[in-house]
């Protein structure tokens, strides 16, 4: 009896420690990595941020296998991100250097393509209705991971996959359906130089404009002032157009305050479908007063700064930036402090004759609009998330009280069921003493316990996506890079 019982309540005492260690882990936030080089995608109201490379020590970068999301339906300030993590439900190798985008048949799906890791597929999708990971079997011509690219999904469900390395620089058209699943190949004629590090937009017209980048490997960069040290990224007084509809290229020679010659930025289309915004990238310096934001107007292909106000934020590169509501909306990359500055950047691009710097996304459709409705079924849910730590600390004080109660009260049984065993051995039924068998023996009633390649900063070289042969599941062995220190 006092075996079985010490048993049971050493089970209980096991199972209070799991639903503490579970209310411990829902109320200690994530806090991601210092990435770069990583994915954005903005699905259903939330951004989803895969993978990329981090920094252990000045002279190397390794990938990592983080996948989490932003939760952008409610309004949030970026000094107090709420990052969810669904890393464990990452099947993705470890990588950087990949590029991903919103399609499929419903325009739910993310699709995930290329990237730095010699044992990745070249394609996943990710379902965020049912939280799956999945390499989908695709048809059509043969083709090759590429990294380094940026692609751009079209109005039609094809992702257009230009340019990047493998590891040589191309300018070849890769495009997949991401109805059929079919791979199909982009003409050539007219196209740009091979290049990688580029800016791409998708345009109201269904084309795509295509903007500097870099074609010589060889570049350095200072990753503190991200001033080019030696080498020169291509112009951006050109950009190129890829017709999606007829399959053709064209270009464009570009006027007035033409950004420096840079590579490693990020380009969004402004809200009016009239102009393309840049941020950051590593640049040739041209003495302008401002290196880090420019706009093309795509109505005469003039360059000018835009008129900004707020806290201007260091630049950055090999971040992602995303157009949600009226914010550009810019996550991680290298040139910030994170003690000082947030993984997350927010833009005001709502007003054309001066953009905003700011801390506060506002979901709201309409800054102006003063009416008061009850939430709909996706910000409840939120709104629940939101409240999970709360309830999982009651729940979990809860259990802890019935599990020490059940605990407990097992012991008084068994104590008392022991006392009346002893009553059993001393007296009979009606009281009687029991007898004791003469030969000494017991009477039968007494009773006696868990190859890739990156970016890395060696031999003074920084920026270079190059094949690498692993070394360890978190670790990577490298050649060279872009980046000088």
């Known amino acids: 009896m006092l075996k079985n019982s010490l048993v049971n309540f050493t089970l209980l005492w096991l199972l209070l420690q799991v639903v503490l260690v579970e209310v411990n882990c829902q109320m200690t936030p994530f806090k991601p990595s210092a990435l770069n080089c990583h994915t954005a995608t903005f699905i259903d109201n939330k951004l989803y941020i895969l993978s990329g490379l981090i920094k252990p020590s000045p002279k190397s970068y390794k990938s990592v296998k ?12 970026t000094r107090e991100l709420s990052w969810q993590d669904l890393s464990n439900i990452n099947m993705v190798p470890p990588h950087g250097l990949a590029t991903s985008a919103k399609g499929g048949v419903n325009n739910d799906t993310l699709f995930l393509y290329g990237g730095s890791n010699q044992t990745m597929e070249s394609v996943y999708t990710f379902d965020p209705h049912h939280m799956i990971w ?3 079997k695709i048809t059509g011509i043969s083709t090759i991971r590429k990294s380094s690219l940026t ?40 196209a740009p130089t091979p290049r990688i590090f580029y800016g791409a937009t998708l345009l109201p017209n269904d084309k795509i404009i295509y903007i500097g980048g870099l074609d010589d490997v060889t570049t350095e960069f200072d990753d503190d002032t991200l001033n080019i ?49 840049i941020y ?27 008129k900004i106000s707020g806290i201007i934020p260091k630049p950055r590169v090999f971040h992602q930036a995303n157009v ?43 800054p102006s609009s003063t009416s008061h409705s009850l939430p709909t079924s996706s910000q409840t849910s939120n709104n629940s998330s939101d409240n999970s730590k709360m309830v999982g600390a009651i729940v979990g004080s809860l259990l802890s009280g ?5 605990g407990g009260f097992f012991l008084y049984k068994w104590n008392k069921k022991r006392q009346s065993q002893n009553n ?3 007296y009979n039924n009606y009281g009687q003493e029991k007898a004791v068998p003469a030969d000494g023996s017991k009477n039968e009633n007494m009773t006696n316990h868990e190859v890739v390649s990156a970016i890395v900063n060696n031999d003074n070289y920084y920026g270079q996506e190059v094949i690498i042969t692993p070394t360890n599941n978190d670790g990577f062995k490298f050649f060279k890079f872009l980046n000088k220190k």
Do not use: H
């Open 324 to 366: 949600i509501e009226k914010y550009m909306v810019i996550s991680f990359g290298i040139g910030y402090d994170r003690t000082v500055e947030s993984d997350i950047l927010l833009l005001d691009i709502s007003n054309n004759e001066e953009y905003v710097w700011t801390t506060s996304f506002d979901p709201s459709p309409s």
């Open 66 to 77: 983080e996948f989490f999301y932003l939760d952008v339906s409610v309004p949030f300030n």
């Open 134 to 136: 999945n390499p989908p």
């Open 229 to 277: 040290d030696k080498g020169i990224a291509l112009s951006l007084n050109e950009v190129y157009l890829y017709d999606m509809i007829n399959d053709n290229w064209d270009v464009k020679i570009t006027t007035g305050k033409i950004p420096s010659n840079r590579c490693g930025f990020s380009s969004v289309l402004g809200l009016d479908g009239q102009r393309v915004i």
């Open 424 to 426: 059993i051995n001393n």
């Open 151 to 190: 692609g751009v999904m079209g109005y039609n469900g094809k992702f257009y996959l230009w340019g990047g390395r493998t590891p040589i620089i191309l300018n070849d058209m890769l495009i997949l359906d991401t109805i059929s699943l079919n791979w199909e190949k982009g003409s050539l004629v007219n």
């Open 280 to 306: 950051g990238g590593v640049f040739n310096n041209p003495g302008y007063l401002d290196t880090t934001l420019y706009v093309l107007d795509l109505t005469n292909y003039n360059w000018y700064i835009p």
């Open 402 to 406: 019935i599990f020490l109660s059940v």
